[in-house]
């Protein structure tokens, strides 16, 4: 089976800053990476597919890349409403989580 | 636009069997091209997959699980249910159900979750 980790597991920010958060598979998975945006009590959201395509009605603040093993999720400009747990995923499996905390 | 909602006991007595029903609205499970998947989510936790049915009821488990797991479809009611037998404390969750194209490997529609307990 394929593995996913996501790095950092936490990460504390402030509004305005840029954030990255990295997944890695444990062997290539082609540009099939998906990331979602979770809030409390809330579903998961999709955020990204393909790794790099924004899905719709989300702000273009958001942005993926990466393909093979090694993806990012860039948020360009930090705002209020982004602080949330991010994850990805590939196939069955999702990544542990990123929680992205005010500093 | 598709919209997916849980429904079951929010409560579970420990060793009995977890049942929970998703009702899709919005569009046809009957018509394929999605798999209609349950996955949860642990108090604090991350994502876990549970398993998928096809409309024409193929069916694909997580391992980890695979032994307690009987995913359903009645496409005459347009939803799908999750049995979960033996249940633990450990299987206290949020449970969704979410749908994913075949195509395209993501959850692109998702319901609002459910908490089950498991507890005497």
């Known amino acids: 089976d394929i593995q996913m980790t996501q790095s950092p597991s936490t990460l504390s920010a402030s509004v305005g800053d840029r954030v990255t958060i990295t997944c890695r598979a444990s062997q290539s998975i082609s540009s099939w990476l998906a990331w979602y945006q979770q809030k409390p009590g809330k579903a998961p959201k999709l955020l990204i597919y393909k790794a790099s395509s924004l899905e719709s009605g989300v702000p273009s603040r958001f942005s993926g890349s990466g393909s093979g093993t090694e993806f990012t999720l860039t948020i360009s400009s930090l705002q209020p409403d982004d602080f949330a747990t991010y994850y990805c995923?590939?196939?069955?499996?999702f990544g542990q989580g990123t929680k992205v905390e005010i500093k | 636009q598709v919209q997916l909602q849980e429904s079951g006991p929010g409560l579970v007595k420990p060793s009995q069997t977890l049942s929970l029903t998703c009702t899709v609205s919005?569009?046809?499970?009957?018509?394929?091209?999605?798999?209609w998947s349950w996955i949860r989510q642990h108090p604090g936790k991350g994502l876990e997959w549970i398993g998928y049915?096809?409309?024409?009821?193929?069916?694909y488990y997580n391992p980890s699980l695979k032994s307690r797991v009987t995913i359903s479809v009645d496409t005459s009611k347009n939803q799908f249910s999750l049995k979960l037998s033996s249940v633990t404390a450990a299987d206290t969750a949020v449970y969704y159900c979410?749908?994913?194209?075949?195509?395209?490997?993501?959850?692109?529609?998702w319901g609002q979750g459910t908490l089950v307990t498991v507890s005497s």
């Open positions: 049915i096809y409309y024409s009821g193929s069916t």
């Open positions: 995923q590939q196939a069955w499996t």
């Open positions: 979410a749908s994913r194209a075949v195509t395209t490997g993501y959850f692109d529609y």
């Open positions: 919005g569009g046809s499970i009957s018509s394929g091209g999605y798999y």
